[in-house]
């Protein structure tokens, strides 16, 4: 069962590791992106940053939807996250997943508009994102779950 679906260029770290984890009972963790299954050392520094207990699955986008696809992911209280808005949309759309939530996206020199304190999107990103809301995806600015969730409208974007 998907518990959340985020998207923070950081992957990995203490925000994601622990309070939201924490937060929603999550008892496993998918990192769902290319660069980070093809880069050993940068999986092995999101190994050891896991709680104990914790499982950690890296995949790229691909592998990570034919996991959800199978129904391999279904035995576990999953937190899934993505390093960007595009494949966040890609794996919200193609494996169904009701919401999306916005922790994180870099300041570029494409950045249009900010979104939150540390959501930045550009022009292409924020097609994607009203092109979601329009077809009734929840999408979401949170930081941390504590905070207060802040849905977006076509109209926010």
């Known amino acids: 069962m998907i518990k959340l679906c985020r998207v923070d260029h950081r992957l990995l770290h203490g925000q994601v590791a622990f309070s939201w984890c924490h937060a929603l009972g999550a ?7 290319d660069a980070a299954a093809s880069d050993p050392i940068r999986m092995k520094t999101m190994r050891l940053a896991k709680p104990v207990g914790m499982k950690l699955v890296i995949k790229s986008i691909d592998d990570s939807i034919a ?3 199978s129904g391999v992911t279904d035995k576990y209280k999953l937190l899934v996250v993505t390093g960007s808005v595009a494949d966040g949309a890609r794996l919200v759309e193609e494996c ?8 994180g996206t870099e300041k570029t020199d494409q950045t249009t508009k900010t979104l939150g304190i540390a959501v930045h999107v550009t022009d292409q990103e924020r097609e ?6 329009e077809k009734g995806v929840e999408v979401e600015v949170r930081q ?6 802040a849905v977006l409208s076509a109209a926010d974007l």
């Open 67 to 69: 996991a959800i696809k």
């Open 96 to 103: 169904g997943i009701p919401s999306l939530n916005l922790g």
């Open 128 to 133: 994607i994102l009203r092109a979601l809301v």
């Open 27 to 33: 008892d496993a963790i998918l990192v769902a992106s």
């Open 144 to 149: 941390v779950a504590k905070d207060k969730k």
